[in-house]
């Protein structure tokens, strides 16, 4: 048996009505502060939020990954706030079975499309995501206000 088929027995994944109920809240804001401290997100980003709704992955009973989302029933589609999985816990298909459960939730929800943002340099990320057939449809673009001269 392999390590990934041997942790996949001890993964379960569970949806949450409310990322602040959940016991992986303190793993989300660890995660945002990760992005942010390695310039992935800006602070305009609300990666956590107290209305968000939570896939959380166990690992027996260790939180080890959450993806956060919103049903942006305005626009008719699924919009994901923020993926993280702990480091030690990556390459291991954790954030694909939260995805998975996510796509059920869509259908449930029959909800066509699930979308979400990420920065340029976040190779994991695009690499993560384009795995699991998500297309790149947008770029987001910041302009550097240059402070007056003398300043
Ligand atoms: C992005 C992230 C959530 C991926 O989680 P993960 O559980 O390691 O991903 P998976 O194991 O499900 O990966 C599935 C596939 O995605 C791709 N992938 C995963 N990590 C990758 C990386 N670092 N570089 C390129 N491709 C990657 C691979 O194709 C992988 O399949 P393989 O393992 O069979 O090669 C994780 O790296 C993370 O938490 N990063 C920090 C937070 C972050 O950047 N979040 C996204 C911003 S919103």
Redesign the pocket.
């Known amino acids: 048996m392999t390590m990934r088929q041997s942790l996949r027995e001890r993964l379960r994944v569970e949806h949450f009505n409310c990322l602040p109920n959940t016991p992986v809240l303190p793993l989300a804001v660890f995660?945002w502060a990760?992005?942010l401290h390695e310039g992935?997100?800006t602070l305009a980003t609300t990666?956590v939020c107290w209305d968000h709704k939570a896939i959380v992955a166990f690992v027996d009973d260790e939180p080890v990954?959450v993806l956060t989302w919103t049903d942006a029933n305005w626009a008719n589609e699924i919009w994901?706030?923020?993926?993280?999985?702990?480091?030690e816990?990556?390459?291991?298909?954790?954030?694909?079975?939260m995805?998975d459960a996510l796509k059920a939730k869509a259908r449930e929800l029959k909800r066509p499309t699930i979308s979400?943002?990420?920065?340029v340099s976040?190779?994991?990320?695009?690499?993560?995501?384009?795995?699991?057939g998500r297309e790149e449809v947008g770029t987001m673009l910041t302009y550097h206000v240059p402070a007056p001269a003398g300043d």
Do not use: K, W
């Not at 994901?80 to 480091?87: D, E, K, R």
């Not at 816990?89 to 079975?97: A, F, L, S």
């Not at 979400?116 to 920065?119: I, K, L």
């Not at 976040?122 to 699991?132: K, L, S, T, V, W």
């Open positions: 995660g990760e992005l992935l997100c990666a990954g994901i706030n923020l993926a993280y999985v702990s480091p816990y990556r390459h291991q298909g954790i954030h694909t079975e995805f979400s943002a990420t920065h976040n190779d994991a990320a695009r690499g993560a995501m384009r795995a699991q």
